[in-house]
């Protein structure tokens, strides 16, 4: 009973049935209770029972079919039985590997994979010249190396599996199915399968004999059943998964494959999952921590380079066969009895490596190294296979490699030693260019692995195809990197966001940052972020180190970096938003900036606020040595300053001394309120020093900050599009994000200092920094104590002068006094502004009273009064409250009006200060 054919079993089997039916019965229900490891015992029982040499296990195999037939199991059953008996026989056992190619295993000295001795040192040199130009070289070497060793280390994968060891990594790779690339796999492949036999190479006459063909897995619509033939058809060997004709079953069995390590032990796969398939694809679209994806679809692998691996492919599979035969003495010639006799050999030596690798290579991350120091090792032991060849004296040497530009002689010991460390280097690049930060390999915050994998899964199940890396975790947010694999837009990633968001509805913070053209950066956090401190800027080493001539801390980015800008470069900087949203906070940060860093003098600060609050927020500047004057809080006394500043531009134009000059920052804000309250004869002279301030003054040292809530054109005046630095706050409506940036987005922003920031690099996206009140005090307080005025071209601006000098000049805004005569209206308007001007509040009917007039009447007066800002109604309908304390503080118009009827100065002064002694 040599060979039995499928029909001799089933008649065999019918006989037996029909003849002891009742015993059979029995034995089946036994069998069909038992365990894996019993069905595993009874075969070993049977080999005991059947085998006594190895020549005679083809036969053995026939037995024991019969064996199992007579089990009457199902159909499926015995399939599997006989499957599984047939798979156990080849392969590892113990420290053996069972040849499944009848050729090799019974013919060792006439088989297609003879090893020839090395006699002397030009063989050697012909030989490691091979070697070198085929896993060394420049453009394909990189490729045939690393899948070389991975075909290696699926051919030992039992015995890592039985030590402890798992390959971090599958491997896909994809290529065009014609490709010489695909060729070039297939080959390396077929050489490292111990059992393919070289037909090229045969000697025997009946080359069928081998047994045994290497082939490709096509995937079928089965997952289960392929998944099956797999792991007992090609465990210990290399095979390729081949997905370019069946891409819907390759995905199935990739994925399933991809899961295997996480549910071996549910799926019963623990001892059995013995086998490293390459999975080769045309485009690859799905994204497994655990698989190592190489696109290679545009590598072009030239013919010359495959027939050198076809030449030598007799003498590479001969070194892989004698590696695997031998592998106690290839891999661990120095293990003694001791360690042979441990549970797991391989482990100490390969831990060792890798420790190596990691510790020599830090930015490599930890499943690299593993991967790397996996694949070097077998490359190690696979080299070794030559020295063993040699016949000539250990010590001879020999020049193979150059170094320097000379040809070094050393001994082939050393010549190995070169060429396993070149492949160490190789490999290291080669993991540095296909798989710089997997997930789960360089993230060891279990957290953060935790929330890559649902970031991939729910994005996944989007049909986009990212892989998330962490690339840091700062207190309060996880920063991850994200590689979008093929198919699959940066904008896919950024636009699916706020449902992936919402399907993790832990994380309240979750942002894509696609500035960076290299990478997204995606920013997950519990909570909203809330880096605002501006003192942390203003402590930071980069701020005190900094080189800028006036640095602004702005806020930190996304990512939680703090931005510091250089106000001196922008040159001038417009700062818009609707109200609330952040701005005088953005200008007291910039403000305090230059006070923090500036102390000797070397910027001066002009301050506007034209808001129209009766106390400015700005005050507390006040007396700050870098002030150039009080904060200035008047349109008019405003248009005096612009004017004075325009002249110093231009006088500092002419000077040679400009270089030692301070610089003169100028902060407005709301700026479209100095044109609102001026009239119109001046309004021209401002527009026109404005607009060469703002084209010019960067030549004198000059910049201006300019705040607005609504930068439309129109209320803008003057011309503001040279303006290149905008920092947009939340706006309101979006034509006013459009107004600010050009672009819609700041309508988007939640508020509280949350900004767009356009300057040399655009749409920055930025917390802006925030300090509270009595801190600034605090700090303010100290700088004003180290102040020392050092420039002696300190630029002062004194606000009484300003006033006087402004009511002289011939633009004044009060015009020929006592020319008109009021009407009526006019004449009461006039009587109730200078009454008011006295008293602190008024009421509706304390003026009917004062002017003797009627509640329509008054009411009229009294809405002219308001559009005059002389006037502003308290809260609950409770009367007036008088804006101006002194002559600054009215409007243009008002003074304009008063000016009009012949009342002087000095008139609106004394009904002033009757109003300043009625408080004392
Ligand atoms: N960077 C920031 N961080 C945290 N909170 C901020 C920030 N900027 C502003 N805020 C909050 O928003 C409030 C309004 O800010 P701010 O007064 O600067 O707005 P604004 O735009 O100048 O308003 P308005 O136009 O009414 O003057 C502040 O009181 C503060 O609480």
């Given amino acids: 009973m040599s060979k039995l054919s499928d ?199 009946d080359h069928a004999y081998c047994g045994y063909i290497h082939q490709t897995y096509y995937p079928t619509q089965s997952t289960a059943k392929d998944l099956d033939d797999l792991i007992h058809n090609n465990k210990d060997i290399p095979v390729i998964i081949a997905g370019h004709e069946n891409e819907r079953y390759y995905n199935a069995l990739l994925r399933e494959i991809a899961n295997i390590p996480n549910k071996k032990n549910v799926l019963g796969l623990k001892d059995r999952f013995n086998f490293l398939p390459i999975f080769i694809c045309p485009m690859i679209k799905s994204s497994f921590d655990n698989v190592f994806d190489i696109d290679l679809t545009d590598l072009e692998v030239s013919k010359t380079y495959l027939t050198l691996l076809r030449k030598n492919e007799q003498m590479l599979a001969s070194w892989v066969l004698d590696l695997v035969k031998e592998s106690e003495d290839r891999l661990f010639p120095q293990m003694n009895e001791y360690s042979i006799s441990r549970k797991h050999p391989f482990s100490g030596k390969i831990k060792a490596y890798i420790n190596y690798i990691s510790q020599n290579y830090p930015d490599v991350t930890l499943n690299n190294a593993k991967n790397i120091g996996l694949l070097n090792f077998f490359f190690k032991g696979y080299l070794r296979v030559f020295n063993r060849l040699c016949t000539f004296s250990l010590d001879e040497k020999f020049a193979c490699f150059e170094r320097k530009g000379e040809m070094i002689s050393q001994t082939r010991e050393k010549n190995i030693a070169m060429l396993t460390d070149l492949s160490e280097h190789d490999l290291v690049e080669f993991h540095r260019r296909y798989l710089p930060s997997p997930s789960g390999a360089c993230i060891h915050d279990k957290e953060a692995s935790r929330l890559a994998k649902q970031i991939e899964k729910h994005y996944r199940a989007l049909k986009v195809f990212i892989r998330v890396a962490l690339a840091a975790v700062k207190e309060d947010r996880y920063i991850f990197t994200v590689d979008t694999l093929q198919g699959t837009k940066d904008t896919d990633v950024s636009g699916k966001i706020g449902t992936v968001q919402r399907r993790m509805k832990k994380y309240e913070c979750f942002r894509v940052d696609l500035r960076d053209k290299k990478s997204i950066k995606l920013i997950v956090a519990e909570k909203p972020l809330e880096d605002n401190s501006l003192i942390e800027i203003l402590k930071h080493k980069d701020f005190a180190n900094s080189k800028m001539e006036i640095p602004y801390a702005v806020g930190f980015d996304e990512t939680g970096d703090i931005c510091i800008e250089d106000i001196s470069e922008f040159p001038h900087l417009l700062l818009a938003g609707a109200t609330r949203s952040g701005k005088s906070t953005a200008m007291m940060s910039l403000l305090m900036s230059i006070a923090y860093k500036h102390w000797t003098g070397d910027v001066n600060v002009l301050i506007m606020d034209f808001l129209g609050k009766t106390d400015s927020d700005f005050a507390i500047f006040n007396n700050q040595p870098f002030l150039s004057c009080p904060v200035i809080t008047s349109p008019m006394v405003g248009l005096k300053a612009i004017l004075r500043l325009h002249e110093e531009m231009q006088k500092r134009l002419q000077d040679k001394n400009l270089p030692n000059m301070p610089y003169i920052v100028c902060v407005i804000d709301e700026f479209p309120r100095l044109f609102a309250d001026i009239v119109n004869g001046s309004i021209e002279s401002l527009k026109g020093a404005m607009t060469e301030l703002l084209s010019g003054g960067r030549h004198a040292k000059i910049h201006l900050v300019l705040a607005a809530q609504d930068p439309v054109k129109k209320h803008m005046v003057c011309g503001i599009g040279n303006i290149s630095a905008r920092i947009a706050l939340k706006c309101g409506h979006y034509q006013n994000s459009v107004a600010i940036l050009g672009r819609k987005g700041a309508d988007k922003l939640l508020g509280k200092g949350q900004m767009i920031f356009d300057s040399h690099e655009r749409d920055k996206r930025l917390q802006g920094s925030f300090i509270k009140k009595t801190d600034m005090k605090k700090l303010l307080d100290e700088i004003k104590k180290t102040y020392v005025q050092q420039n002696k071209y300190y630029f002062n601006f004194d606000e009484i002068k300003l006033t006087s000098a402004f009511m002289e000049s011939g633009e004044a805004i009060l015009v020929n006094p006592k020319t008109s005569r009021p009407n009526s209206e006019d004449e009461k308007l006039l009587d109730a502004i200078m009454w008011s001007l006295s008293q602190n509040q008024i009421a509706n009917s304390r003026l009917q009273e004062y002017l003797k007039i009627g509640n329509n009447r008054s009411n009229r007066i009294l809405k002219r009064m308001e559009a005059l800002y002389l006037i502003e109604r308290l809260h609950g309908n409770l009367g007036w409250t008088v804006v101006p304390e002194c002559i600054e503080d009215m409007s243009v118009e008002a003074i304009k009006f008063l000016g009009t009827y012949g009342r002087t100065e000095s008139d609106i002064n004394s009904a002033l200060l009757k109003r300043s002694s009625k408080n004392d």
């Fill in 7 to 205: 029909s001799d079993i089933k008649r065999f089997h019918q006989r037996l049935i029909t003849g002891i039916d009742k015993d059979l019965n029995s034995f089946a229900t036994f069998i069909k209770d038992l365990e894996e490891e019993d069905v595993v015992e009874l075969n070993e029982y049977a080999h005991s029972l059947f085998i006594s040499r190895h020549k005679e296990r083809a036969m053995d195999m026939d037995k024991l079919k019969v064996f199992v037939s007579l089990m009457n199991l199902s159909c499926a059953d015995v399939k599997r039985i006989l499957s599984y008996l047939e798979s156990i026989e080849y392969g590892w056992h113990g420290n053996e590997y069972i040849l499944n190619n009848s050729c090799l295993r019974f013919h060792p000295l006439n088989h297609c994979k003879r090893k020839s001795s090395v006699c002397d040192v030009e063989m050697a040199v012909d030989i490691f010249g091979e070697i070198y130009d085929i896993f060394f070289d420049k453009e394909y070497g990189k490729i045939t190396l690393f899948i070389f060793n991975y075909c290696l280390t699926a051919l030992f994968i039992k015995r890592l599996n039985q030590d402890g060891f798992s390959m971090p990594f599958f491997l896909q790779i994809a290529c065009d199915r014609d490709s010489v690339l695909y060729q070039l796999i297939e080959k390396i492949v077929e050489i490292c399968d111990v059992n393919a036999g070289l037909f090229s190479n045969c000697t025997n006459d």
